[in-house]
């Protein structure tokens, strides 16, 4: 079955500074790669997310980038401001089958003033 | 548009005692999930609904876990006996369903966050 690697598991930056989260899949039969972010209390919402016939897709300051071949997908959070902390969660599935989903560990993203 | 409520929103209780939670989708989402988010980790699929059938129950521990959706709308999620292990936020999810959208976006509820002492 599908399995995702998300790495770091903590990430701290400065306020206005980039922030970059990687993960790696195994299952080369996903083609449907969201991220979500869940803030403190909450349930995870929908970010941003990318299928498998495209790079990379930007949506404002976050966009979000695949390789296929290396099974390598990454978040790209720019200009990052105080309401980006949170915790976010990449993940994959073969589109055709919602019901497998597996989610990233998470990465908890932490922005200095 | 209102989102997917869940109840109670904490819960404590022993172990070997039994608890259940509720869940009311968005309205017209076909397809509702469970999921159980361990504190650290990502959220892991417990059962899967399509209206009121289950698509997928691969990932719940029957001898404990049961859930149903009746008449496809709300749903309830039981553990009995709990272990202490099953300490975890129980999140809701609901979704259009694949077959009539072109988009796999999940709509979560708040979760219920259970403690078993």
């Known amino acids: 079955g599908e399995n995702v690697e998300q790495h770091p598991s903590t990430l701290s930056v400065q306020e206005g500074d980039s922030a970059v989260i990687k993960c790696t899949y195994s299952d080369s039969a996903s083609n449907y790669f969201p991220w979500y972010k869940q803030e403190l209390g909450k349930g995870p919402q929908l970010i941003i997310d990318?299928?498998?016939?495209?790079g990379e897709k930007k949506d404002q300051r976050i966009a979000v980038t695949l390789n296929k071949t290396a099974k390598h997908f990454s978040l790209h959070i720019t200009e990052t401001q105080p309401e980006d902390s949170a915790v976010y969660f990449c993940?994959?599935?073969?589109?055709?089958?919602?019901?497998?989903?597996?989610f990233g560990s998470g990465t908890r993203l932490s922005i200095r003033p | 548009e209102a989102g997917v409520a869940q109840s109670p929103r904490y819960k404590i209780i022993e172990k070997r005692q039994s608890v259940a939670f509720w869940c009311n989708p968005i309205?017209?989402?076909?397809?509702l999930y469970w999921y159980q988010q361990i504190l650290g980790q990502g959220p892991k699929l417990l059962i899967q609904?399509?209206?009121?059938?289950?698509?997928?129950d691969s990932q719940l521990p029957k001898d404990r876990f049961s859930a149903e959706r009746l008449k496809g709308v709300d749903s309830t999620l039981k553990i009995q006996p709990a272990k202490l292990e099953d300490s975890a936020v129980y999140l809701c999810?609901?979704?259009?369903?694949?077959?009539?959208?072109?988009?796999?976006?999940?709509?979560f509820g708040e979760g219920s966050r259970l403690t078993v002492l």
């Open positions: 990318i299928r498998s016939n495209v």
């Open positions: 999810a609901s979704s259009l369903g694949l077959a009539t959208s072109n988009t796999g976006e999940l709509f």
């Open positions: 609904f399509q209206n009121n059938g289950v698509v997928d």
């Open positions: 309205s017209g989402h076909a397809t």
């Open positions: 993940a994959a599935t073969p589109y055709s089958s919602a019901s497998k989903i597996i």
